[in-house]
């Protein structure tokens, strides 16, 4: 590695930003990317190591990014299938409160019917009663005036 990258990766605390023997939390969010900590390069050091954890990195990056990405298309669908369903339901809720206000009128005209229909009958009733009251005394009349003349009229 050249003393140009060695001094960028190095920094005060020391090497690969080692703190107390405890690893600089950008170093731990690389080594989450990257899997298991590589070895300390040898002497020769090992350039094509180094791009192919570059390369894996920024692939699991690029597959993370798609899965949000992914994720946020999935939430959106499902939000927009809710609203529509919240909305179906609404329409259904407003259609079935039109249907309660007609019931609740028809129910309403029946009732009123009902209660005519029962006057009705109950006037009937005492027009009925009054008209037997009068044939009553009808026939109590026509006794009385004509059962004195059946009495007098002879046999043949």
């Known amino acids: 590695m050249s003393s140009l990258a060695r001094a960028a990766i190095e920094s005060p605390a020391g090497p690969l930003g080692l703190r107390g023997g405890t690893p600089d ?6 080594a ?3 899997g ?3 070895a300390a390069p ?3 050091e090992d350039w094509s190591a180094s791009l ?24 959106q669908r499902a939000m927009r299938e809710s609203e529509t369903a919240a909305r179906a339901a609404e329409d259904r809720a407003r259609h079935a409160e039109g249907l309660l206000r007609e ?3 028809r129910a309403e005209r ?6 005519t ?3 009705r009958a109950d006037r009937a009733e005492a027009q009925t009663t009054e008209a037997r009251a009068w044939l009553r005394r009808m026939h109590e009349c026509m006794v009385s005036e004509f059962g004195a003349l059946t009495q007098d009229v002879p046999e043949p």
Do not use: M
């Open 103 to 105: 019931a609740v009128g």
């Open 110 to 115: 029946a009732e009123e019917q009902a209660r």
């Open 42 to 44: 040898a002497e020769g």
């Open 25 to 30: 939390p950008i170093d731990r969010v690389v």
């Open 36 to 38: 298991p900590a590589p």
């Open 32 to 34: 989450l990317f990257s």
């Open 52 to 75: 192919a954890a570059v390369r894996g990195v920024a692939t699991r990056v690029r597959a993370l990014q798609k899965s949000a990405q992914d994720s946020v298309r999935e939430a």
């Open 117 to 119: 229909a029962g006057e």
